[in-house]
């Protein structure tokens, strides 16, 4: 079922929306300083295109770095991404056949809240990830 899903969210949002964040990586790794900011979008980039199955969580160790790098990426850019997302996750909900899509644009909130320290991981892969906070 996640891959039928899967397939549909890849036709009528992944794509777009992975080109998207994509394109902001390749800009973000022209500015060197923000690096960081363009490996995160290349994450979630790898992450929109096929988000049935996986989920996101808290990387232990991440570090003081990683907070202060959300909280500029949140004033930049996460507040206007995770409007976005909102916006398409209500969209999409309106209609019952939507609503899994919707809910994914909403599972998609908090990384484009603040993606760094994060980390995406199969959604049954609880015993292969024990340090991480589910």
């Known amino acids: 079922?996640?891959?039928?899903?899967?397939?549909?969210?890849?036709?009528?949002?992944?794509?777009?929306?992975?080109?998207?964040?994509?394109?902001?990586?390749?800009?973000c790794f022209v500015l060197i300083i923000?690096?960081?900011?363009?490996?995160?979008?290349?994450?979630?980039?790898?992450?929109?295109?096929w988000p049935f199955g996986n989920?996101?969580?808290?990387?232990?160790?991440?570090?003081?770095?990683?907070?202060v790098g959300n909280?500029?990426?949140?004033?930049?850019a996460g507040i206007w991404l995770a409007i976005g997302h909102l916006t398409a996750g209500v969209a999409f909900c309106l209609s019952i056949i939507g609503i899994p899509f919707g809910m994914a644009?909403?599972?998609?909130?908090?990384?484009s809240l603040m993606?760094?320290?994060?980390?995406?991981?199969?959604s049954d892969a609880h015993a292969a990830y024990p340090h991480y906070r589910w």
């Open 71 to 76: 909280v500029i990426w949140l004033i930049f």
């Open 115 to 122: 993606p760094l320290g994060r980390e995406i991981v199969p």
């Open 1 to 27: 079922m996640k891959t039928l899903l899967n397939l549909i969210w890849l036709i009528f949002s992944g794509w777009w929306l992975a080109l998207l964040y994509a394109f902001a990586a390749l800009i």
């Open 105 to 111: 644009h909403f599972k998609l909130i908090p990384i």
């Open 55 to 67: 989920r996101v969580v808290e990387r232990p160790g991440a570090g003081a770095a990683s907070g």
């Open 34 to 49: 923000t690096i960081p900011f363009g490996i995160a979008c290349f994450r979630i980039a790898v992450y929109i295109l």
